[in-house]
């Protein structure tokens, strides 16, 4: 990317410092698994701590943003035009159970628009953000959608419940934010799944569209309950086709 917003450079240093964190309690979790007591209140402290830290380090510059988070809820402030959509870790139950398959998503909604999206994988270290009109990129590279034009030979991300519904080749991650960037990036084909989250998939709508994917129309301003659909424009015709009782 030439150039970075101030915006995304305030997101990617929030990533990094929370990333730290995650990294080290993920670390705790192999001993915790044969514990009495179990990692699930430790994975729910780390999932609130790693929140509050985002949340902190998102305000230190931007102090009258409002905030849409998975654990806080809806926060206001004074400036409800500027928000910042936040998921400290999609794919906990990844993380619960000591799977190496998790990531941090963070976007910006600028009057009702998704302006900037990250999403990281701490873990692994790819960092996948976009910006409206600049493109999506990982690791500082430019990617695209897939080119694939045979559904037969494409691969999609969804949910268990997905696979009851059609007869695409899918995978079951456990992390929607990840297949999403998988997308755009062009490793799964397109992604499809139903009663979704906005803090799960923000970031990654903008992410399909900035590397000249599709998604599928919902309501904006909806938080909960979001069937989305996505892929690259090659195939979106033919997979919402395939998904028609989806």
């Known amino acids: 990317m030439n150039s970075i917003t101030p915006n995304l450079n305030i997101m990617i240093k929030a990533c990094e410092k929370v990333s730290k964190v995650i990294i080290r309690d993920f670390g705790e979790i192999e001993n915790l698994q044969v514990s009495k007591k179990g990692p699930r209140d430790f994975v729910t402290k780390t999932d609130r701590r790693a929140e509050e830290i985002i949340i902190e380090e998102l305000s230190k510059s931007k102090k009258n943003f409002s905030f849409i988070t998975e654990e806080s809820g809806i926060l206001k402030n004074t400036d409800v035009d500027n928000v910042w959509i936040i998921d400290p870790i999609d794919g906990t139950t ?78 079951c991650s456990g992390s929607a934010s990840l297949d999403l960037a998988y997308v755009s990036a062009g490793r799964l084909d397109g992604f499809f799944q139903n009663k979704l989250n906005i803090w799960d998939i923000a970031a990654g709508i903008l992410l399909i569209e900035e590397a000249g994917g599709k998604v599928n129309n919902f309501e904006k301003n909806k938080i909960s309950n979001i069937n989305l659909k996505a892929s690259s424009t090659n195939i979106f015709t033919k997979m919402m086709e395939n998904l028609d009782k989806f």
Not at 102 to 128: C, Q, R, T
Not at 129 to 151: D, H, M, P, T, W
């Open 94 to 171: 990844n993380f619960l159970h000591g799977i190496p398959h998790f990531a941090i998503s963070l976007a910006l909604k600028i009057n009702n628009e998704i302006v900037s999206g990250i999403i990281f994988d701490p873990i692994k270290n790819e960092m996948f953000y976009a910006e409206k009109n600049n493109g999506a990129y990982f690791n500082n590279q430019r990617i695209r959608v897939s080119k694939k034009n045979n559904l037969e030979e494409c691969l999609f991300g969804t949910n268990i419940e997905g696979v009851k519904f059609t007869n695409l080749n899918v995978r």
